[in-house]
């Protein structure tokens, strides 16, 4: 919460060259089936909500934009191409999994479901595992050195070439 008591979110791309915090109460949060928001995801779906009625800054960087069609724009990291933002006349939402805390945001509603591919519904009925589960990952994932921004704001991205976080560095 901010001193006014006003709610208050970030968030950013996946490398950290774009960070945002969003001040005031979130709009409906939902996830769109529509080809656009599919191409503009590289996914099945994309899920939104909406800052229209809140104040959204731009803390590290600003995303690059992409006229998707003739009335709405999408914002995108140029560096690693995370997409953050559909801007459209009616207002300006935000990509759920750009906050850091992505799972505060539930979608209420879904749109464009006339394209929604027919395997969606059925994903929740696959067998599930975690990322330990597959034997043959497991060795790789314990290697794994992640360059990826944390889901908090630093001071500081990148780390410095040391890549050690001193003390003033988150």
Not at 57 to 70: D, H, I, M, V, Y
Not at 142 to 147: F, N
Request: proline share 7%.
């Amino acid at each position: 919460m901010s001193l006014d008591n006003k709610p208050v979110y970030s968030g950013g791309c996946q490398c950290g060259a774009v960070r945002f915090h969003v001040e005031g109460a979130l709009g409906e949060a939902s996830v769109c089936h529509c080809r656009m928001c599919q191409k503009a995801s590289g996914n099945i779906m994309l899920p939104l909500v909406s800052v229209t009625g809140a104040k959204l800054s731009w803390t590290r960087g600003e995303p690059k934009r992409f006229q998707s069609s003739s009335h709405v724009r999408r914002g995108f990291c140029a560096d690693c191409g995370t997409p953050l933002t559909y801007e459209a006349p009616h207002g300006v939402a935000i990509t759920i999994a750009a906050f850091d805390q992505p799972g505060d945001i539930a979608p209420v509603v879904q749109w464009g479901v006339e394209n929604k591919l027919p395997y969606t519904d059925g994903i929740s009925a696959l067998p599930a595992y975690t990322s330990d589960d597959d034997e043959e990952a497991a060795e790789l994932l314990r290697g794994l050195v992640s360059h990826q921004h944390p889901d908090h704001d630093t001071e500081e991205w990148p780390l410095p070439a040391n890549g050690r976080k001193d003390k003033d560095n988150d």
